[in-house]
């Protein structure tokens, strides 16, 4: 956010925009072939072996580089259709797009060769090192993107400090986590085992191609460079806002909950309602700050430049909200149900291709938005059944009135 800040200073809001709708393509590719192999090495009894990790990096590699072609073609193919088919207007029309998606595949090719020893780093929750890396990566890409944007003044800033920063965050991985060294291990049956529980997350994550990112190849047909650039700085408030809680569910819950179904299973459903609680309290506080706060935040720390993103900052805030049953799935993964997670993501998609142009048709912009901001809450009811089968003890009634409180609460503050 301190890099975001600095940037808004010394480049227009189009170049967000742009980078934000190129960083989404390789995104949603990376989804597209997303097997996890990071959860593997977590919950697999023989996760911490050589042979284990060694044949994770080997399809890890692969996947970067089927990733990184698909981003090249993704290039190719807006470079010869953008002209003829995307409105003037529109972000899909700027020039700068398709060089600026083919550099994004560097992002992903990276991201295939990062050593899996970070993933035993999380498996071992040695969090000292894995948040002292990813600082030392972070600050790294941030000094190379403020020194290019106060030399260069263009989007391509950004690009060149996220192509140093993967390559920092590859070096570093291997420099700086313990384990054995990576080898090229062919090994059929630990392949195999990751494909057995990686399908169904592979399915969850093609699906979640629509879910995290459908709004925004939308919203780019509709918005002008200017606006889509001002929705991003949204998005980016909006992620801020969620990243603690997505860091914690994700690193502590997931691997606190796959520890305890092993050594102590009866104590899950009390560990569950104690994290969920916790969870409830946060995002609330989160929702209020930046629906509330929006106006107030952006003008205190933006330019007039960028005074209407809080308009959309406003909106995409119930989403907060609706992210409230994420826990829920990481303790249907530690369980090792990752058919709920694939069934789930298909029930998500299709609420996402009612919700999208229903809400356009009824609100345009602003009902999009907003549907995409709340859509996710129509999982609520199929996770709370599964969950119950495995933990009886785990539902209460708060699960059920979730949904029925956002809704209530986004309709009347959406109408004042």
């Known amino acids: 956010m301190g890099s975001n800040l600095l940037l808004t200073r010394l480049l227009a809001p189009e170049a967000f925009g742009l980078i934000g709708l190129a960083m989404t393509v390789v995104v949603a590719l990376s989804l597209l072939s997303d097997i996890g192999i990071n959860r593997s090495i977590i919950r697999e009894p023989d996760g911490d072996t050589p042979a284990f990790l060694q044949a994770a990096w080997r399809v890890k590699v692969l996947r970067g580089l089927i990733i990184a072609m698909g981003v090249c073609v993704a290039a190719i ?133 629509f879910h995290t990112n459908a709004e925004k190849f939308i919203l780019a047909a509709l918005l002008t460079p200017t606006e889509f650039g001002l929705y991003i700085i949204a998005v980016t408030w909006l992620g801020f806002g969620m990243m603690l809680f997505s860091t914690l569910q994700g690193r502590i819950g997931y691997n606190a909950f796959s520890e305890i179904s092993l050594s102590r299973r009866h104590d899950l459903p009390r560990v569950y309602r104690k994290l969920q609680w916790l969870a409830d309290l946060y995002l609330i506080s989160v929702f209020a700050t930046l629906h509330f706060g929006a106006s107030p935040l952006i003008d205190l720390l933006y330019t007039d430049t960028y005074s209407e993103a809080a308009s959309f900052l406003s909106l995409t805030a119930f989403g907060v909200l609706s992210a409230r049953y994420n826990l829920a799935t990481e303790l249907l993964m530690s369980l090792g149900d990752s058919r709920a997670l694939g069934i789930a993501s298909s029930i998500r998609s299709v609420a996402l291709v009612i919700a999208l142009p229903l809400g356009y048709w009824t609100g345009g912009v602003v009902g999009l938005i907003l549907a995409y901001a709340l859509y996710p809450l129509v999982q609520a009811p199929f996770l709370l059944f599964r969950l119950h089968g495995h933990l009886p003890r785990s539902v209460n ?13 986004a309709v009347e503050l959406v109408g004042f």
């Open 397 to 409: 009634l708060m699960d059920l009135a979730w949904p029925g409180l956002v809704l209530v609460l």
């Open 77 to 209: 193919l807006l470079w010869l259709l953008g002209p003829h088919f995307a409105a003037p207007e529109s972000v899909y029309a700027d020039p700068l797009l398709p060089g600026l998606i083919a550099t994004t595949a560097f992002v992903a090719l990276s991201s295939g060769l990062l050593s899996c020893n970070s993933d035993l780093a999380n498996r071992r929750m040695d969090y000292r090192r894995i948040v002292t890396v990813k600082l030392s990566g972070q600050l790294i890409s941030i000094l190379a993107t403020l020194g290019a944007a106060y030399l260069n003044g263009s989007v391509w800033a950004i690009a060149i400090g996220i192509i140093i920063g993967a390559i920092a965050d590859v070096l570093l991985s291997f420099l700086c986590y313990p384990g054995p060294p990576m080898r090229w291990n062919a090994d059929p049956q630990i392949a195999a085992r990751l494909w057995k529980f990686g399908r169904w997350i592979m399915l969850s994550s093609a699906l979640s191609i």
